[in-house]
């Protein structure tokens, strides 16, 4: 009897142990996506079943009701005895007159197993864990602070900015110990510490600070323990995207160095470091190649060398205080592969002195060094951990190429350890958690019900980035109604869908239709960014090319916005029409047995535009010659005396010469103006530089672009003959034309 009552209860037993189940929480909030997420889902009036996609495991020893276990041995002890199974005891602590676990009361009533807490919308981390994400996610290229601003380690800036409102903190650490450096028989130490800050108030824009201090210690060094405490950047960052992947702007840094050994306002230095920065992220056009490149061009001025005033240093003492007696140019190239878990990187930087001295630098054993073997060269190598949420650690080690030492010029050491921790933080951001109940005991066993499957998204313009309102979306062969996009975020949210893929359109005027597939997951809501490029909008140009009003058989070339080509022929007697992108062009007319000429224009979008050439029948017998380097004229320029007038007998030979540079494609020109010997020198220099100036301004006014020719004038100092004879000093006073880029 016993074992056929144990029977009879095997449904109840199987019943009880499947009365857990999970309520859908709201998914978590969107990564730098700039989608709010969707309110969470009601809870269902009945769980689904243990099979649905969206159900939790079952429950473990640690989130295991006890009051459950103890419920379904209540039913089996009842059994034995021959009574009435209860469907549910009370359980411990339940106020009088409320409804029993398992009576049929709404699901809200009945007890929760365990509960599992989820950030708001608004309220996720800006650097969330990379663990498990794909090897091309975008989170993956953390935003972290280097040695003072956002970038690489210490040498790199970086133009890619992160989300506005983030506060980042860092530390950077350094260690070399090094023997024979920098010089023979000298071992030295140096370990040094910087701790930034840095925050983003806009978009495009980050100001940061950062404090450091040095110790030095080498054996030719007076004292041997060298300490700088106190050295402070204070800087500025301004960048924007300004296509997709591509970001660019300037970094400007106010430095001090302190004075050794103290802080006092009487031995400190300062300087001045601009720079343009340049970051191109290659998942703009390659989503599956994870690479991220950094440009740094820029210029370092500094009175370093004013910190030792009483004494000249050597090179050891150089080292320590980090004593620049030159200008700088600066040069830093950076690659780095965001991974999930490390994103490795490289930088190159190179510090160029100006201003040396022609002999060259003098070097610790008194030979003459050249400067570019001596200035900082320098290859760094590193790993950024990124897997910990909101914490960025990176280890690198800078590998100096530098060859030679040379006074006024700190040495760069053959190797130097670095270490730095960066944590970010959003002290204004909004929202809080929350507790969201998943597990809950099941009164009925019953047909779960399916959670819908739709496509969450963001219809955004593919050049600025930002949301695109009103576009139709459009779910291909799904027989559904398209949905709009919102108004201010550019938000979508389609209707449910059945099936494992789904084919999204999407158009509006003014933008290129695009269709993308997708893949669903039943019960989840798939998310996805669609970039709509704007249409290319045309304008015209109504081309005439004549000669006297004669047609003439001509190339066009119009070069700007887009390059593309256009001709006329004898026979055109209407103007050609010639549709091109609205922008600036610049316009190359040639023709076989004319001289050629060029012009600038600008045309809108929509617009059309008269655009006609006059062509001057080029001469029997030419007066320049083109070289590779130089333009040759055979007949010189003619001015007014002492003056920088052109005479008109010049002006043919002048239209030879814009011939010359349009046939040959020349992107840079120098004019370059000489006189004689007899006069003034100071004014003789004035007078060569004014003509050089007035005949580029000549070529300016044929169309040549201002960008693509400059002069400069030499007076007496540059002789082709002695002034000795009129036939010499008539040679020497001439206009010579140098080609500097073809």
Avoid: C
Avoid at 84 to 110: F, L, R, Y
Avoid at 228 to 241: E, I, P
Avoid at 632 to 653: M, P, R, W, Y
């Amino acid at each position: 009897m016993r074992i056929l009552v144990l029977l009879s209860l095997l449904p109840f037993a199987a019943a009880a142990q499947s009365e857990w189940s999970t309520f859908p929480s709201s998914p978590p909030a969107a990564v730098d996506a700039g989608i709010p997420a969707p309110p969470p889902t009601p809870a269902p009036a009945v769980a689904p079943k243990a099979t649905t996609p969206d159900v939790a495991p079952a429950p473990s020893r640690d989130n295991f009701d006890p009051d459950a276990k103890r419920r379904v041995e209540e039913r089996l002890r009842a059994a034995e005895a021959g009574k009435a199974v209860p469907q549910n005891s009370p359980t411990p602590g339940a106020k009088p007159g409320a409804a029993a676990p398992g009576a049929a009361a709404s699901t809200d009533d009945a007890p929760v197993i365990a509960r599992k807490e989820e950030f708001l919308a608004g309220t996720a981390p800006r650097s969330p864990s990379t663990i498990g994400a794909a090897y091309n996610a975008p989170q993956n290229a953390r935003v972290t602070v280097g040695g003072a601003s956002i970038g690489l380690l210490h040498n790199v800036s970086s133009a890619r900015l992160g989300p506005k409102g983030v506060l980042r903190f860092a530390f950077l650490g350094e260690y070399m110990n090094l023997g024979d450096f920098p010089v023979r028989n000298a071992g030295d130490v140096r370990t040094a510490g910087t701790f930034a800050v840095s925050f983003q108030p806009f978009e495009w824009g980050e100001a940061f600070l950062a404090y450091g201090a040095t110790a030095n210690s080498s054996s030719r060094t007076s004292p041997n323990l060298i300490q700088a405490l106190g050295d402070l950047t204070v800087g500025v960052k301004v960048s924007r995207q300004w296509v997709k992947g591509l970001w660019a702007g300037l970094d400007l840094r106010l430095l001090t160095y302190s004075g050794v050994g103290n802080q006092s306002l009487d031995r400190f230095a300062v300087g001045f470091q601009p720079r343009a920065v340049v970051a191109y992220d290659v998942r703009a056009v390659a989503p599956k190649v994870p690479l991220i490149g950094h440009l740094n061009l820029g210029a370092q001025i500094d009175n370093t060398g004013a910190l030792l005033q009483t004494t000249r240093p050597n090179a050891s003492e150089e080292f320590a205080l980090g004593i620049n007696r030159y200008q700088r140019f600066s040069l830093g190239v950076g690659l780095e592969v965001p991974l999930p878990y490390v994103a490795p990187f490289v930088e190159y930087s190179l510090a160029a002195p100006l201003g040396t001295p022609a002999t060259g630098l003098v070097g610790p054993d008194g030979k003459t060094v050249d400067p570019g073997a001596a200035m900082a060269n320098r290859l760094g190598l590193g790993l950024k951990v990124t897997a910990v949420k909101d914490l960025t650690l990176t280890l690198g080690v800078d590998l100096g190429l530098s060859s030679q030492v040379g006074l006024g010029i700190p040495a760069t050491p053959p190797w130097n350890f670095l270490f730095a921790a960066s944590f970010n933080i959003d002290p204004f951001q909004r929202g809080e958690t929350k507790l969201v109940e998943t597990i809950r005991e099941r009164k009925v066993e019953q047909k779960a019900e399916a959670k819908p499957t739709r496509v969450e998204g963001t219809v955004v313009d593919a050049r600025t980035r930002k949301p695109v309102s009103g576009v139709i979306v459009a779910m291909v062969g799904a027989g559904l109604p398209p949905v709009a996009s919102d108004v201010d975020t550019g938000r979508f949210l389609t209707h449910d869908l059945k099936g494992a893929t789904v084919k999204l359109k999407a158009s509006k005027d003014g933008y290129k239709e695009i269709e993308q597939e997708l893949k669903l997951e039943a019960g989840k809501t798939a998310k996805i960014e669609l970039a709509l490029e704007a249409e290319e909008k045309k304008a015209a140009f109504e081309l005439t090319v004549a000669s006297k009003k004669k047609p003439v058989t001509a190339t066009v070339a119009f070069v700007g916005a887009a390059n593309q080509s256009a001709s006329t022929t004898e026979a055109n007697k209407d103007p050609v029409h010639v549709e091109v992108l609205a922008g600036t062009y610049t316009v190359n007319v040639t023709a076989e047995g004319y001289l050629s000429q060029t012009k600038e224009v600008q045309i809108s979008a929509g617009g059309s535009m008269p655009l006609s050439f006059d062509l001057t029948p080029a001469p029997k017998k030419s007066l320049v010659i083109f070289k590779d380097d130089k333009i040759e004229i055979l007949q010189q320029v003619h001015f007014e005396t002492g003056k920088a007038t052109i005479l008109g007998d010049s002006f043919a030979l002048l239209q030879q010469v814009v011939d010359a540079v349009i046939r040959n494609n020349v992107k840079r020109l120098r004019v370059e103006g000489h006189t004689d010997n007899r006069g003034d020198k100071a004014f003789n220099q004035k007078l060569s530089e004014d003509r050089a100036r007035a005949v580029a301004d000549f070529l300016i006014g044929q169309g040549i672009e201002k960008s693509r020719v400059e002069s400069a004038g030499y007076g007496d100092g540059k002789p082709v003959a002695p002034n000795l004879t009129a036939r010499g000093r008539e040679l020497n006073r001439r206009v010579e034309f140098l080609v500097l880029e073809r």
